[in-house]
Structures are given as C-alpha cells and as structure tokens.
C-alpha cells in the first residue's frame, strides 16, 4: 500500500508564497500520474495540478501561472510551488497518485491564506 504525506502547508498573507511537498512511499516514477487536489469548507474537491509520467502537466485554470506542479524521482517526491497566493486559495490540499489502478491519497495540509 502506498503512503503519501503531504507537507508545507501553513498561514500565509496574500500575494505570499508556499511550496508544498509530498512524499511518497513508492517510486513516482513508475505512477501514471501524481496530483494536488484541494478542498474548500462547504465545497468539493478540486483538482488543482497535475504531472504525467511523461512530464506533461495541466492545472486548474484559476491557478494558471501562479501554481508549478513538479518532482524529484529520486527522492519520490512532488512539489507544489504557489505563488500570489489568495484567499481563495485557502483549503486543504492533498496529494494523489495514481499506480496502475491504485489511486492513493494523502492527508491532507492545510493552507490558510490571509487578507
């Protein structure tokens, strides 16, 4: 079974910056793809970005070009760098990866960004 753990969430006034980390304990190489998702209180999960075996991303439009989605095979880990932050942006983000047909989830870390 794999194990993602999220990391790097945290207060931050708008127009900061965070970068979230998710460690996982198998190889991302070998996942089909790796993602963040976010949930606001009151409404559902979103994808926010997401990165291919192949290198290709895609992101959530009301993060484009101030989210970069990205990752480390060698130490198994994703990335995710937020840039401008806003309050819209505050939710719980989680990792995902999907192995063949196993789809893991993290726990979750909160981000709470401030006005």
């Known amino acids: 079974q794999v194990q993602l753990v999220e990391s790097g969430g945290g207060l931050v006034q708008a127009g900061g910056s965070l970068r979230l980390s998710c460690a996982a304990s198998?190889?991302?190489?070998?996942?089909?793809?790796m993602g963040w998702y976010r949930q606001a209180p009151g409404k559902q999960r979103e994808l926010v970005a997401s990165?291919?075996?192949?290198?290709?991303?895609d992101y959530a439009d009301s993060v484009k070009g101030r989210f970069t989605i990205s990752r480390d095979n060698a130490k198994n880990t994703v990335y995710l760098s937020m840039n401008s932050l806003k309050r819209e942006d505050t939710a719980v983000y989680y990792c995902?990866?999907?192995?063949?047909?196993?789809?893991?989830w993290g726990q979750g870390t909160q981000v709470t960004v401030s006005s």
């Open positions: 198998a190889s991302i190489f070998t996942a089909k793809a």
């Open positions: 990165i291919t075996s192949g290198g290709s991303t």
């Open positions: 995902n990866g999907l192995w063949g047909y196993y789809n893991a």
